[in-house]
């Protein structure tokens, strides 16, 4: 997570000449991996599969949540923080990257477990 966070706001926020669709999405796959991750990490007990279908299933909420029109929620949105955590726009095509990235972050997490150097351990 120590190395995904900083990834994250640098390719999402850095005007560093990435392409277009990096900026969008990359910030979107990594933030669903640290999803992942904490949710590998805080529930230890979770095998992959499991770990990754409830981080889908976090990230599908927070980005229906998007949708919810309320002044308090939008005070938290006109944030940083909450730029970064809540978004501001609804999109199918994020719900679809997020997957994406927590498959992958299974991936490594189950690969990663049966060498020895799991997330969990």
Do not use: H, N
Request: glycine share 8%.
């Amino acid at each position: 997570m120590a190395l995904l966070i900083p990834l994250g706001l640098l390719c999402r926020f850095a005007p560093i000449g990435l392409p277009q669709a990096v900026v969008k999405y990359g910030g979107s796959f990594l933030w669903a991996a640290i999803v992942y991750l904490l949710v590998a990490v805080l529930l230890p007990q979770l095998r992959p599969l499991a770990a990754g279908t409830l981080a889908a299933a976090i990230a599908v909420v927070v980005e229906y949540v998007k949708l919810i029109q309320s002044p308090s929620l939008d005070i938290i949105r006109a944030t940083f923080a909450g730029k970064v955590l809540l978004g501001r726009f609804f999109s199918f095509k994020d719900i679809a990257v997020y997957w994406v990235a927590i498959r992958c972050a299974a991936w490594i997490d189950r690969r990663a477990s049966r060498g020895g150097c799991a997330v969990k351990s």
